[in-house]
């Protein structure tokens, strides 16, 4: 895309309330940022400028005391698909549960047969509409996954649409391969040959065509076992790619405790995570990402243990899980409301899962969701009073600007 150079937010962005971290306890409430070179220089209170920065000729940007954050970080994503599931919906809302559709041949495998029957370009259109929609609410960094393709050209063609994605709009995008995501039709009571060629076909060739940043695995009855899911994350790690989990979303397999055994980036979803489990994520480092918007559209009424995750100081990211069967949602604000409405997450815990937490839970925490001297300069100007109302508002959007790589966005 083409920008003018009036788009360049290079200067000096004066009088502004800085939240640098992502953290609401951890803020600059007369706070200057220096942008140079789409590079953040300098930031801090207006008090402690350099003279330097004082004199120079920089353009000037009077922020108006609104709050600038980080670039949101939507760190869950299945946003590449063909078609929707409205018509699985009103099956669900006539009683069906999501296992039940899944189990009749419903659910992700209806995806993907309209995702494989979809070309490129159609797919690419589909999911940049469900994108635009995440970027005007700030999002600047994304993960998107495969798994609706679950044969090696169509999990191709998701990867390569979700790499266009972000050289087309300006957003930073990281792949993530999903192959066991489920059973395609053609390997029906075959899971364990269909995991041979996700292990010994897909991952190998997908990876040297550079379209995997990490590899995830759904771990769960009507998925993957935790012995198919362990071949998949042996397979990553022998090629070097990091993994992350679905994982106890529907029941508690032992996902999680592979996950920790691989030192997985993140296990999501989490509902009937237990203590044992949590205290092998602390001692791997694994984020917890929470899935509100899943939890939300299936009914779910277990609760992931908040309590357990705070106690032991595990990092918490909040996603949208964005997907036509369980979070068919393009609002990550929306999310941070249902994190704290529905799992009684802090307005402030809820903030750090979609910026610091979010950018651990990718395993670029050197490089995004954090804004300090020498980082990208991708941030958000909020029209807002408090940093709590980026939770507390549903519906409304209160993103007044986008900054990315020093640049106005769109
Ligand atoms: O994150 N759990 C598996 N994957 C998605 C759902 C995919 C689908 O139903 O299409 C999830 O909830
Ligand atoms: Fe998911």
């Not at 991952?203 to 550079?210: F, I, R």
Request: aromatic share 6%; glycine share 10%; charged share 20%.
């Amino acid at each position: 895309m083409a920008h003018s150079l009036s788009k360049q937010a290079d200067g000096i962005w004066l009088n502004a309330r800085i939240a640098a971290t992502g953290d609401p306890g951890n803020v600059i409430l007369d706070g200057v940022m220096v942008v140079r070179d789409g590079l953040i220089a300098w930031l801090g209170a207006a008090a402690a400028l350099p003279a330097e920065y004082r004199s120079a000729d920089l353009a000037q940007h009077d922020v108006g005391r609104r709050w600038i954050t980080p670039g949101l970080i939507d760190c869950h994503t299945h946003l590449v698909y063909g078609g929707n599931r409205a018509d699985e919906f009103a099956l669900r809302l006539a009683g069906a549960s999501y296992e039940e559709i899944a189990r009749s041949g419903g659910g992700i495998v209806s995806t993907v047969r309209a995702t494989r029957a979809a070309d490129e370009e159609s797919l690419f259109l589909q999911s940049g509409r469900r994108l635009q929609a995440l970027l005007a609410e700030g999002v600047t960094t994304l993960e998107i996954k495969s798994g609706y393709g679950l044969d090696l050209a169509s999990e191709r063609k998701m990867l390569r649409v979700a790499r266009r994605l972000g050289e087309h709009y300006p957003v930073t995008v990281y792949t993530t391969f999903l192959g066991a995501h489920a059973l395609p039709p053609e390997y029906q009571g075959r899971a364990d040959d269909y995991i041979t060629l996700v292990c010994e076909e897909m991952l190998p060739a997908l990876h040297v065509e550079g379209l995997i940043d990490a590899v995830d695995v759904f771990c769960e009855n009507i998925g993957f076992s935790v012995a198919q899911s362990e071949r998949v994350f042996a397979a990553a790690a022998s090629l070097g790619l990091p993994v992350k989990m679905h994982a106890d979303q529907l029941s508690n397999i032992g996902g999680t405790q592979l996950a920790t055994r691989f030192k997985a980036l993140s296990v999501d979803h989490l509902e009937h995570l237990n203590e044992a489990d949590v205290l092998a994520m602390k001692d791997s480092s694994t984020v917890a990402v929470l899935l509100p918007g899943a939890y939300y559209f299936i009914r779910e009424t277990k609760q992931p243990p908040l309590e357990l995750l705070r106690r032991h100081g595990i990092p918490i990211a909040i996603s949208t899980d964005s997907n036509p069967g369980t979070s068919p949602t393009t609002s990550l604000l929306l999310m941070l409301n249902m994190a704290c409405t529905l799992f009684r997450m802090t307005t402030a815990e809820a903030l750090l899962g979609v910026t610091s937490h979010a950018a651990q839970a990718l395993g670029q925490g050197h490089k995004h969701g954090l804004l300090a001297a020498g980082r990208a300069a991708d941030f958000v100007l909020w029209d807002v009073e408090s940093l709590a109302e980026l939770a507390y508002w549903s519906g409304r959007n209160p993103c007044h600007a986008i900054v990315r790589g020093g640049r106005f966005s769109p």
